[in-house]
């Protein structure tokens, strides 16, 4: 997310990536914002102007996202029992999804900020950084630097 509006607050999709179980790279793209972006948040996103620029517009890569989690299914399977669906794992997903201006099935979905072993207490979560620090150690901090240039 990079921010957009006068100061900057508003959260605008700026990159997807997405990798499967074996971390292997499935889609990675920019996106280029719909509304200016007045903060790219470079210390945290890596990203600058340059990388925006000819970034895929956000319903293209909606359906990009979409065609690669339905795998090959109709969306009338995918809500009833999911069939071939795959299922989306990430930290925080009603945000992103949000910013994506899409939906997805909830049972085809694992939220480890919804994880409750994972919680600090019943009802609020870590951040992803204290996860992957605590859980994936050394290695999830190269794979962030990765996916930040």
Sequence with gaps: MVGGGSDGSLEVCARVCLVDEDENLILHTY????????????DITGLTEEHLRDGMPLKQVREKIL????????????????????????????????????????HLMRDTAQYRPLLKTN??????????????????????SFFKS
């Design 31 to 42: 996106v280029k914002p719909r509304i200016p972006v007045t903060n790219y948040r470079y």
């Design 67 to 106: 065609q690669i989690l339905y795998n090959g299914e109709s969306i009338g399977k995918v809500r009833l029992d999911g069939g071939k669906a795959r299922l989306l794992v990430g930290h925080s997903l009603a945000y992103d999804l949000d910013s994506l201006e899409m939906s997805y099935p909830d």
């Design 123 to 144: 009802s609020s979560s870590h951040s992803l950084k204290y996860l992957t620090r605590t859980y994936l150690g050394q290695v999830a901090f190269f794979l962030q």
